[in-house]
Structure formats: structure tokens, C-alpha cells
């Protein structure tokens, strides 16, 4: 019953949906801006905002972690985005 | 056997540039050509095309490459294209291209591909002119390929390789979220892959995905996105199959005497 104390458990509800709409938001200004970065995985896990993926330089690096603070201001972010490694690969696959 | 360098979703722009250059210097001990598997761009803007331009000019090795649908984005692919080549890249969309690597003629067949989804769960032609076109559009690439691919077995090819941005089969999407892989990749690439031959198929675009995946016929599929490889570039050795080496090494001394 939605009634007494528990009817403030749809406020929750509604903070979750809300939280789901501005990841949406986030990512799509990624995706819009100059980063043009589809490659992210933003989830929403225990109150905090996770950030996953390869970025190609540390400026993209800083950029994404620039908008997520700018879009999502009073939530903890973590990030683990890692660089991309432009090195030469030190072996071959034989396909036969 | 042929070596096989590839990469995909390099992503260039101007604070990028240089970034890949020197892995690819390295091209002349280790691979036979290049093959760049779309979203080359960050935008595909000419002046990101042209930084790919000057990553690749001059190479030792033949450079393939299809667009990605980053390098459609500033609705310009004819200016990007058209820079890549003037840096002799080989830029392919629905045709093929034969190289001879020792007495090998080695073919690539090349599109961007598109979406749809895979086999039992994918979009059909059917509905809004919206979606009847987005289907359309990746059967035109999906035909576009098989045709590729059958001329270069025409042409007598000792090795075929089917080069796309977008995905042939789910495996290589391991990673991506499921409700995205009707964006990522079509099964019609596949079928056409699989009706025309080929001995290896390479694509990015999925950058969460995983590098190794088969076709439902068996052809080896790699998504060499360069989030997924953690290198400039992934080698891959081809050799022969025993089976059809004397018939296609054949049909292509053939070609290569008249």
C-alpha cells in the first residue's frame, strides 16, 4: 500500500529512473560532442555512476570524466577507462 | 601462407596524429599488407582523413581499407575516401581488389556492411520507409560482397578476405550489451560470406566485443577494433587449406600467366 512511510518508496523508483535518463544523456552528449565516443559502458551500480571502456588519448580520457562531472555533478563517478595501446603486437595468429 | 596485418576504429583526429605511425613502420618485417576495418575518423572530416592520410602514406606494405559509419558522419565519405586514396590507400565498397604477395594472388573484398541483427532476431524490409531502407542498405552491402568475393575467385585468388566495419556474426560482439546488436552487425554479411567463400573475415565497430568468432559455414571471423586487439594491429598468418591449395594456387598461376 502506497500509504504512511512506505509511500515515500516510490521515491526511490523515481530517483533510479532518473538516474537511468541522465546516463542516457550523458552518453549521448559522448556521442554528439566532439568526442564522438560510442565505445563507453556507463552503468548505474550501488549509487555510484561506473564508466567503462578504451579511450584513445588521455585528452579523450579527460574529456569524457569532464562531461560525466558536468552531466552528472552530484553522483559519484568511477571511472576505468583505460588507453588504447598503439604498440606493434609481439605475435601473429596462424589461421590454417 | 600470407600475413595478414589489421586494425579498426582508430578513431584519428588532429591530437592524434603520429599515434600509430611508428607500429606501422614495422609492417615491412611482419605483414604482407594492412587492412584498416573502418571508423578511421573520429567524425570523417576531411582534415581527420587526411590525418589517417599521412599515418599510412608511404607504408611497404598494400593498405586496404572500407569506411566505418564514424567516417560517414560529416556526410562527406566521397572526400574522405578520395584523401585516403591520394595516399594510395586501396579504399573498397562492393568491389574487391587482387594483390600478389610472392606467387600468391591474394583478393580482398570490402564493405562497410550495416545493421540489422542476426539470424531469428534482426530487423526485416518491412513497414516504415525508414526501416525498409535500413534493411535495404545492408542487403545492397551484403550483395555488394558475395559479388566481390565471386570475382575473386574468378580471378583465381589463393586467399580471399572479406573486409567490413560492421559485424557478420554475433560471436565477435561477446561483450557488447544484447540489445545492441541488431546496431552492430547483420547476419546478411554471413550468408553472403558464406555463399561466396572466403578464408577469413575481418571487422570492427564493436569495440566491447571479442576478436575471435566463426560463421555458421566456417569461415574465421575477427574483430580487430583496436579496443579489442590492445595493439596498433593484429597479424594473422593464413595458410592454405590442403585441400584446395592445388585448385586455387592453380587457378591463380592461370590468371597470373594470361
Same mark, same amino acid.
Given at each position: 500500500?502506497?500509504?504512511?512511510?512506505?509511500?515515500?518508496?516510490? *521515491?526511490?523508483? +523515481?530517483?533510479?529512473?532518473?538516474?537511468?535518463?541522465?546516463? +542516457?544523456?550523458?552518453?549521448?552528449?559522448?556521442?554528439?560532442?566532439?568526442?564522438?565516443?560510442?565505445?563507453?559502458?556507463?552503468?548505474?551500480?550501488?549509487?555510484?555512476?561506473?564508466?567503462?571502456?578504451?579511450?584513445?588519448?588521455?585528452?579523450?580520457?579527460?574529456?569524457?570524466?569532464?562531461?560525466?562531472?558536468?552531466?552528472?555533478?552530484?553522483?559519484?563517478?568511477?571511472?576505468?577507462?583505460?588507453?588504447?595501446?598503439?604498440?606493434?603486437?609481439?605475435?601473429?595468429?596462424?589461421?590454417? | 601462407?600470407?600475413?595478414?596485418?589489421?586494425?579498426?576504429?582508430?578513431?584519428?583526429? *588532429?591530437?592524434?596524429?603520429?599515434?600509430?605511425?611508428?607500429?606501422?613502420?614495422?609492417?615491412?618485417?611482419?605483414?604482407?599488407?594492412?587492412l584498416?576495418?573502418g571508423?578511421?575518423?573520429?567524425?570523417?572530416?576531411?582534415?581527420?582523413?587526411?590525418?589517417?592520410?599521412?599515418?599510412?602514406?608511404?607504408?611497404?606494405?598494400p &593498405?586496404v581499407a572500407v569506411l566505418?559509419?564514424?567516417?560517414?558522419?560529416?556526410?562527406?565519405p566521397e572526400?574522405?575516401t578520395?584523401?585516403l586514396r591520394?595516399?594510395?590507400v586501396t579504399v573498397l565498397e562492393g568491389e574487391g581488389a587482387v594483390f %600478389?604477395?610472392?606467387?600468391?594472388?591474394?583478393g580482398v573484398a570490402g564493405t562497410k556492411g550495416?545493421?540489422?541483427?542476426?539470424?531469428?532476431?534482426?530487423?526485416?524490409?518491412?513497414?516504415?520507409?525508414?526501416? *525498409?531502407?535500413?534493411?535495404?542498405?545492408?542487403?545492397s552491402c551484403a550483395d555488394g560482397l558475395r559479388g566481390a568475393l565471386e570475382q575473386l575467385a574468378q580471378a583465381?585468388c589463393?586467399?580471399r578476405i572479406a573486409l567490413t566495419h560492421?559485424?557478420?556474426?554475433?560471436?565477435?560482439?561477446?561483450?557488447?550489451?544484447?540489445?545492441?546488436?541488431?546496431?552492430?552487425?547483420?547476419?546478411?554479411l554471413?550468408?553472403a560470406?558464406?555463399?561466396a567463400?572466403a578464408?577469413?573475415?575481418?571487422?570492427?565497430?564493436?569495440?566491447?566485443?571479442?576478436?575471435?568468432?566463426?560463421?555458421?559455414?566456417?569461415?574465421?571471423?575477427?574483430?580487430? $577494433?583496436?579496443?579489442?586487439?590492445?595493439? $596498433?594491429?593484429?597479424?594473422?598468418?593464413?595458410?592454405?587449406?590442403?585441400?584446395? *591449395?592445388?585448385? %586455387?594456387?592453380?587457378?591463380? &598461376?592461370? &590468371? $597470373?600467366?594470361?
Amino acid at each position: 500500500m502506497a500509504t504512511g512511510p512506505d509511500a515515500a518508496a516510490g *521515491k526511490p523508483g +523515481a530517483t533510479a529512473r532518473n538516474t537511468e535518463y541522465r546516463i +542516457a544523456h550523458l552518453q549521448e552528449r559522448l556521442v554528439g560532442e566532439e568526442l564522438a565516443e560510442m565505445g563507453m559502458r556507463i552503468e548505474y551500480r550501488g549509487d555510484t555512476v561506473h564508466i567503462t571502456g578504451t579511450a584513445s588519448t588521455a585528452g579523450d580520457r579527460e574529456a569524457i570524466l569532464r562531461v560525466a562531472a558536468e552531466e552528472l555533478p552530484d553522483m559519484p563517478v568511477r571511472a576505468d577507462i583505460v588507453l588504447a595501446d598503439a604498440t606493434a603486437p609481439d605475435h601473429p595468429e596462424e589461421i590454417s | 601462407m600470407i600475413r595478414v596485418a589489421a586494425v579498426g576504429d582508430i578513431h584519428m583526429g *588532429k591530437d592524434s596524429r603520429g599515434l600509430f605511425r611508428p607500429a606501422f613502420e614495422t609492417l615491412h618485417d611482419c605483414a604482407d599488407l594492412l587492412l584498416l576495418a573502418g571508423d578511421l575518423t573520429r567524425h570523417g572530416k576531411p582534415d581527420e582523413a587526411q590525418v589517417v592520410a599521412d599515418e599510412v602514406t608511404g607504408l611497404p606494405v598494400p &593498405v586496404v581499407a572500407v569506411l566505418g559509419n564514424h567516417d560517414h558522419h560529416d556526410e562527406r565519405p566521397e572526400e574522405v575516401t578520395a584523401i585516403l586514396r591520394s595516399a594510395g590507400v586501396t579504399v573498397l565498397e562492393g568491389e574487391g581488389a587482387v594483390f %600478389k604477395v610472392g606467387g600468391a594472388l591474394v583478393g580482398v573484398a570490402g564493405t562497410k556492411g550495416f545493421g540489422g541483427g542476426f539470424a531469428g532476431r534482426c530487423g526485416s524490409e518491412f513497414g516504415e520507409p525508414e526501416m *525498409k531502407s535500413f534493411v535495404r542498405r545492408t542487403r545492397s552491402c551484403a550483395d555488394g560482397l558475395r559479388g566481390a568475393l565471386e570475382q575473386l575467385a574468378q580471378a583465381g585468388c589463393a586467399f580471399r578476405i572479406a573486409l567490413t566495419h560492421f559485424s557478420p556474426v554475433p560471436d565477435t560482439l561477446a561483450g557488447e550489451p544484447l540489445e545492441i546488436y541488431p546496431f552492430l552487425g547483420s547476419y546478411l554479411l554471413a550468408e553472403a560470406m558464406d555463399e561466396a567463400g572466403a578464408d577469413l573475415a575481418v571487422h570492427g565497430h564493436a569495440h566491447q566485443g571479442t576478436e575471435h568468432g566463426l560463421t555458421s559455414g566456417g569461415i574465421r571471423v575477427r574483430n580487430v $577494433a583496436q579496443p579489442v586487439i590492445r595493439r $596498433a594491429f593484429a597479424i594473422y598468418h593464413l595458410h592454405e587449406h590442403p585441400d584446395v *591449395k592445388g585448385v %586455387k594456387v592453380a587457378g591463380g &598461376v592461370e &590468371v $597470373a600467366e594470361a
